[in-house]
């Protein structure tokens, strides 16, 4: 079966990293997605990685190794307004998202 | 960028009633729209795949005569939940992928509220 495994709960101080893993299995793969989510509201992309490496987009910074199925998503000088849940989610070989469950993300002051 | 505008953003009716929620993409033209569900902390479950011109594809468990997905034109989709009973109160999500780039990424919509009284 398919399926991706994320930390349900993260918690995280004001100005520091936080790092939040992904792993996955899944029919074929046609890359990985990060979305940012707040309550209430829909799904923002943050990031897309199809290659092995790391992808840096400002603060935040996303990770791929697809021969150990492991993602990670490095957020830094985090700020209140991160705190939200964050998803992993990977395309199969038909192009279609399986989703993760979900990471909440609570940035304390 | 891509937008993707759904609307209503929120309804409250009572059971019984059917009730349509529209996903346009306004800039783009979408061969594929998703539509999902939420529940209360709970992540994002696809509730089928919505092709222009054809029938839709419904996931495990998704009653078709209930969830009524209509997507007659390359930037418009519907989803009509029929007779709705509070058990259908949800958060309702929907995507559209520009024709022609899988590997671009879904741009959703900002989501319906629907509280079945």
């Known amino acids: 079966g398919q399926n991706i495994d994320q930390p349900t709960e993260m918690t995280a101080t004001e100005g520091a990293i936080v790092q939040i893993n992904c792993t996955y299995q899944?029919?074929?793969?046609?890359?990985l997605f990060w979305y940012q989510q707040h309550a209430g509201e829909a799904p923002t992309f943050l990031s897309y990685?199809?290659l092995d490496g790391l992808e840096e987009k400002g603060r935040f910074s996303s990770f791929l190794s697809r021969s150990k199925g492991y993602s990670y998503l490095l957020l830094k000088e985090l700020q209140m307004k991160d705190s939200a849940s964050y998803l992993c989610?990977?395309?199969?070989?038909?192009?279609?998202?399986?989703w993760g469950a979900g990471t909440k993300l609570i940035i304390k002051p | 960028g891509a937008v993707v505008s759904q609307h209503p953003s929120r309804v409250i009716c009572k059971s019984g009633t059917s009730v349509k929620i529209e996903c346009r993409s306004l800039?783009?033209?979408?061969?594929?729209m998703f539509w999902y569900r939420q529940f209360p902390k709970k992540s994002l479950m696809l509730m089928a795949t919505?092709?222009?011109?054809?029938?839709?594809?419904?996931e495990q468990g998704v009653e078709k005569d209930k969830f009524l997905i209509n997507h007659a034109s390359l930037t418009l989709s519907t989803l009509t939940v029929t007779s709705a009973h509070p058990e259908d109160s949800s958060f309702y999500i929907c995507?559209?992928?520009?024709?022609?780039?899988?590997?671009?990424?879904?741009?959703f919509g900002d989501g319906t509220r629907l509280s079945i009284l």
């Open positions: 995507s559209a992928r520009e024709a022609g780039k899988e590997h671009q990424p879904q741009h």
């Open positions: 800039d783009f033209q979408a061969t594929t």
């Open positions: 919505s092709n222009e011109g054809s029938k839709a594809t419904y």
């Open positions: 899944t029919s074929g793969f046609n890359g």
């Open positions: 990685n199809v």
């Open positions: 989610a990977v395309e199969d070989s038909n192009y279609q998202l399986i």
